[in-house]
């Protein structure tokens, strides 16, 4: 037993300096690549290109590094602790800069509330998720309002649930 563990605490620690070596950009795709594959892999390697990318200064990388542990771990349902890597993605950017992974943390954290029954503050961060979308960042519009039709779904409010979602449609035309 203490063998194994010894064994284990050896390997993870080659890990470590094998990743310190490595670019965070390779770091990055091979948490990518993982993904759909192996969320605790995957939660790994975007640790390590996290840690890497403010090492050497790749600010941008650290971002999407960061972001894709969010994603993964709102996937695996730790849905508390992805708020928590959402808001630090949010509290790492550039006052008065939108880049899409903090506009997509926004409405990240706002579907983790709905998923957590916490409806008042899904709506706090859904609103301003579909207020950012709508001034800065086109490509996914519908996102927006499929969340808040989600939320008010979530709610019992169907006549709220269904403007949003026909919303969504008309923003998809």
């Known amino acids: 037993m203490i063998r194994s563990l010894i064994n284990i605490a050896v390997l993870l620690l080659s890990c470590s300096v094998l990743a310190r070596g490595q670019d965070a950009d390779v770091l990055f795709s091979r948490a990518q690549s993982?993904?759909?594959?192996?969320?605790?892999?995957?939660?790994?390697?975007?640790?390590?290109?996290?840690?890497?990318?403010?090492?050497?200064?790749?600010?941008?990388?650290?971002?999407?590094?960061?972001?894709?542990?969010?994603?993964?771990?709102?996937?695996?349902g730790s849905l508390e602790e992805a708020i928590s890597v959402y808001k630090q993605v949010m509290?790492?950017?550039?006052?008065?800069?939108?880049?899409?992974?903090?506009?997509?943390?926004?409405?990240?954290?706002?579907?983790?509330?709905?998923?957590l029954g916490e409806y008042d503050s899904a709506m706090f961060y859904l609103l301003q998720f579909d207020q950012l979308v709508d001034t800065h960042w086109n490509p996914h519009k519908i996102d927006a309002k499929l969340l808040l039709g989600e939320l008010y779904r979530a709610m019992g409010r169907m006549d709220q649930s269904d403007k949003y979602k026909i919303e969504a449609i008309d923003r998809s035309k």
Do not use: H
């Not at 605790?40 to 890497?52: F, G, I, K």
């Not at 509290?91 to 509330?113: H, K, L, N, W």
């Open 91 to 115: 509290a790492s950017v550039t006052p008065g800069t939108f880049p899409e992974q903090y506009i997509q943390s926004v409405g990240r954290i706002g579907d983790c509330y709905t998923d």
């Open 34 to 76: 993982l993904r759909m594959s192996n969320l605790d892999s995957s939660n790994w390697y975007a640790t390590q290109a996290y840690r890497a990318a403010l090492e050497s200064k790749q600010d941008t990388i650290a971002l999407r590094a960061q972001f894709l542990l969010g994603m993964n771990l709102q996937m695996q």
